[in-house]
C-alpha cells in the first residue's frame, strides 16, 4: 500500500464520505481513532440487492471462504447495482421521478472496530449512541492481509501502519495541540501502551506478509466477539436501509444500530438505575413504539441486552 491508499483507509476509519458536509475532512481527521478488533464482512454467505425500480430483489448465495464464488456473486449484483443507477437516469428523463443512487458493495471488505477515545474530553454522555464504531474497509491489500492474519495480528500490525504514516505526514516534529495530528498521534500510541505492547517491535502490515504462516482463524474468517451474542447473521445488502427488508421501522432501526456498533451505546441510557437490567418502557419511548414492540424486537435481533 502507498502512502495514496493509506490516506483512503484514513478517510474511510473517520466516516468522511465525499457527501459529508457537516464536518470538513480536516476535523474529522482530529478524531481519527485505532482500530479495536477486526472481523469478516462476507460470513453471511448471501448478498442480496432490491431494485425499487423493478420491485424485484437479486440475490447470489456463495461460500465465504471461497473466493471464485464470493467474487462472482458481488460481482453479479454490483452489476444489477449498475443497471438500476442507469434506470434511474431514464426514470428521470422520461417522469421526473427520483429514485436514489445505490453505492457498488465492496469487493475486499474487512470490518473493523473503532475504539474507544482518551481525549475526546468535550464528548457529552451517551454521544457514542450517535457515532457509528463500525467501519467497512475496501482495499485488496488489507482483504488479502485478513486471509491470512488473525484479528490480533491484523489489528495491531493495522495500526502501526497508521501510525507510521501519521508520523511521516508530521515530519516527526513535536505537534501543537491545536495541530491536525496531534490528537491521532497520542490515541495511537496510548493505544499500543494501554494493550502491553511495544509499537517499535511490531511490523507494520505493510511491510509484508510472505512467509508468514496463515492463521487456524483469519480475520476473513471470523465474527466479531459482539456479533456472536447475536443469533442472527444478517445478509449483506447493497440498500440495507430500505423498507422493503424489515415488517417495521422500529426493526429496521434496531438493526441498523446493531450493524453500525452502536446498540450497546443506543441502549444506555435506558437501563434501571441500580440494576444491570434494561427499562424496557424507556427503551419503547426512545424507539417511539410500544412496550411490546420493542421487546419483541430485541428479543429477535439482540436477547443478550435482556440476559445482562
Known sequence: MNDSDIFKVVQ??????????????RDQIKDLLPIETASGYYLSNKVEFYDPIQDQVFYRNYKYNDEKTRLNSLEYINGRIDYYNRLCDDEFKKSGSIYDLIDPLPLWGVRVSLSSSILNYKTKPNTDVNKPTVRILNHEFLYKCALKLNSEDFT???NKMVYVYLNKLSGGKKLLVDNTLYKPIIEYEDWFMSTGQDLHEINALTTGLRGMKTSDSPVAFTSDEKI?????????????NHRKWYSSPVEAQIISLIENGMIDGFVKDCMFKNVNKINIKKLAYKLKC????AKKFIIKHASYLLEQ
Do not use: E, Q, W
Not at 410500544?290 to 414492540?293: A, E, F, H, R
Open 12 to 25: 474511510t476509519l473517520v466516516g468522511y464520505t465525499k457527501d459529508s458536509y457537516n464536518m470538513s475532512l
Open 290 to 293: 410500544s412496550d411490546k414492540t
Open 228 to 240: 456472536k451474542k447475536i443469533h442472527t447473521i444478517y445478509s449483506l445488502r447493497a440498500n440495507p
Open 156 to 158: 495491531k500490525r493495522f
